[in-house]
């Protein structure tokens, strides 16, 4: 065999120093990432932190202005055409025309890749069925509940499946139905070959679907890994404590911080509170203590760091608030391979 032959196949995204500046504002500063192919690859980040910029440089939606960065094998800013036949993408809001039925969408956009008009017309029909969307083929999209354009965005984004699919938020605001149905759709795609680069704000989404996962802040890879080991990058343990009385919390507070030695971080559950723990060891006195102080306990439970716990250890926020669902795959993956 020859030495290409030997040598593995580039990863589906690769940057180094990458930056993109508006004016004065620098949004993004000198992210590198390497991306492998196949599963999903989770990008956290809050609000402004750099994650949807990215993502559109990476699609060539933007340009770049400086460093580098490859995809799929293929420089961004010098194979811009290479780059966009192998990727897909959808954004936050759904970019379907609202006049259209979902047949007439996925239809219309099949005709543009090449299809007949038999095989397009199946296609459609293929996805509608896929993603739960049989029913409402006929129904305009501007008569569709939110997670039903999601969906159908996404559809959209693969009727010719793509090796390589950008998610930017792709949840934001669906209902837990909904956002469980989409996460069905993205491990579809994965057990069908794509790769998914899948940037998000819910904390259960990466923690559920992605393999690895950078943490963005201030334009800026602050932390990378899997979730295991950001998880124990912030400590060994967690403990978590709820209290029988509210007015009580403030008096557990202070004593775990004296017996545990760490910072008490009070949960919007005005009944509990969590401590980040480094050696478990330590808290087998702390729940004598609460005893003894005559503060009553309803839950006390040592486990591991949360990713919330991570996402507010690294960025000094709280990720925002989520929800969580559940349906069916068997349909859709027939369809994404």
Same mark, same amino acid.
């Given at each position: 065999?020859?030495? #290409?032959?030997?040598?593995?196949?580039?990863?589906?995204?690769?940057?180094?120093?990458?930056?993109?500046?508006?004016?004065?504002?620098?949004?993004?500063?000198?992210?590198?990432?390497?991306?492998?192919?196949?599963?999903?690859?989770?990008?956290?980040?809050?609000?402004?932190?750099?994650?949807?910029?990215?993502?559109?440089?990476?699609?060539?939606?933007?340009?770049?202005?400086?460093? +580098?960065? +490859?995809?799929?094998? &293929?420089?961004?800013? #010098?194979?811009?055409?290479?780059?966009?036949?192998?990727?897909?993408?959808?954004?936050?809001?759904?970019?379907?025309?609202?006049?259209?039925?979902?047949?007439?969408?996925?239809?219309?956009?099949?005709?543009?890749?090449?299809?007949?008009?038999?095989?397009?017309?199946?296609?459609?029909?293929?996805?509608?069925?896929?993603?739960?969307?049989?029913?409402?083929?006929?129904?305009?999209?501007?008569?569709? +509940?939110?997670?039903?354009?999601?969906?159908?965005?996404?559809? =959209?984004?693969?009727?010719?499946?793509?090796?390589?699919?950008?998610?930017?938020?792709?949840?934001?605001?669906?209902?837990?139905? +909904?956002?469980? &149905?989409?996460?069905?759709?993205?491990?579809?795609?994965?057990?069908?070959?794509?790769?998914?680069?899948?940037?998000?704000?819910?904390?259960?989404?990466?923690?559920?679907?992605?393999?690895?996962?950078?943490?963005?802040?201030?334009?800026?890879?602050?932390?990378?890994?899997?979730?295991?080991?950001?998880?124990?990058?912030?400590?060994?343990?967690?403990?978590?404590?709820?209290?029988?009385?509210?007015?009580?919390?403030?008096? =557990?507070?202070?004593?775990?911080?004296?017996?545990?030695?760490?910072?008490?971080?009070?949960?919007?559950?005005?009944?509990?509170?969590?401590?980040?723990?480094?050696?478990?060891?330590?808290?087998?006195?702390?729940?004598?203590?609460? &005893?003894?102080?005559?503060?009553?306990?309803?839950?006390?439970?040592?486990?591991?760091?949360?990713?919330?716990?991570?996402?507010?250890?690294?960025?000094?926020?709280?990720?925002?608030?989520?929800?969580?669902?559940?349906?069916?795959?068997?349909?859709?993956?027939?369809?994404?391979?």
């Amino acid at each position: 065999m020859t030495g #290409s032959e030997l040598s593995p196949p580039a990863p589906a995204i690769e940057t180094r120093g990458l930056i993109k500046r508006f004016g004065d504002t620098v949004a993004v500063n000198g992210v590198d990432l390497v991306v492998p192919r196949g599963g999903v690859y989770g990008v956290l980040g809050p609000n402004g932190a750099g994650k949807t910029t990215t993502i559109r440089m990476l699609a060539t939606l933007l340009p770049i202005d400086g460093g +580098s960065a +490859s995809v799929l094998g &293929h420089d961004v800013a #010098s194979e811009p055409e290479m780059v966009r036949q192998k990727v897909a993408m959808t954004g936050q809001f759904a970019s379907l025309d609202e006049d259209l039925t979902g047949m007439e969408n996925l239809n219309l956009l099949a005709r543009l890749y090449g299809y007949s008009r038999s095989a397009a017309r199946a296609r459609a029909m293929q996805l509608l069925d896929a993603f739960g969307l049989t029913d409402a083929a006929k129904r305009q999209v501007k008569h569709f +509940s939110g997670g039903m354009r999601r969906r159908l965005d996404i559809a =959209a984004s693969i009727i010719v499946t793509p090796e390589l699919i950008f998610l930017d938020e792709p949840t934001t605001g669906l209902d837990p139905r +909904s956002r469980n &149905h989409v996460w069905e759709i993205v491990r579809a795609l994965v057990a069908g070959g794509t790769t998914v680069l899948l940037t998000t704000q819910y904390l259960d989404e990466a923690d559920q679907l992605a393999d690895r996962i950078a943490v963005i802040d201030h334009g800026k890879v602050i932390a990378e890994g899997t979730t295991g080991q950001l998880k124990a990058s912030v400590g060994s343990g967690a403990l978590h404590v709820r209290v029988s009385e509210p007015a009580q919390r403030a008096d =557990a507070a202070q004593l775990l911080d004296r017996v545990l030695g760490v910072e008490i971080v009070l949960e919007s559950d005005p009944a509990a509170l969590t401590a980040r723990v480094n050696d478990p060891a330590t808290v087998g006195a702390a729940l004598p203590a609460l &005893h003894d102080a005559g503060i009553s306990v309803t839950t006390f439970a040592l486990g591991q760091p949360s990713l919330d716990e991570v996402f507010l250890a690294l960025t000094g926020k709280h990720a925002e608030p989520e929800t969580n669902g559940s349906s069916e795959t068997s349909t859709a993956e027939e369809a994404l391979r």
